[in-house]
């Protein structure tokens, strides 16, 4: 009967194991295909954001937009 309890006790880690990698390869790959629809903001983004509204960017002004933007990414509940 010992045998047949490490047997289950193995398998119970086994399984484990490999949801574990299973999970990670899942994960990792919703990840990517988020960030293919999703793309971080990037200078060029903001430059093209300004120039749509008829403003020409300093680089002064791009830098301060995205600092906002990295902080408002650090603190989503923020208001204001």
């Keep these: 009967m010992e045998i047949a309890i ?8 086994g399984c484990l194991l490999v949801g574990l990698v299973i999970g ?6 919703l990840f990517q ?7 971080p903001i990037t200078r ?4 093209a954001m ?9 680089e002064a002004r791009i830098n301060q937009t995205m600092r ?7 603190n989503p509940h ?3």
Excluded: C, D, H
């Design 44 to 47: 060029n983004m903001i430059k």
């Design 78 to 80: 923020r208001k204001g």
């Design 68 to 74: 906002a933007i990295e902080e408002a990414q650090k």
């Design 6 to 13: 490490w047997g289950f006790v193995l398998s119970l880690i």
């Design 24 to 29: 990670y390869f899942v994960s990792r790959k």
């Design 50 to 58: 300004y120039r749509s509204m008829g403003q020409t960017p300093s």
């Design 33 to 39: 295909s988020a960030l293919k629809k999703n793309p």
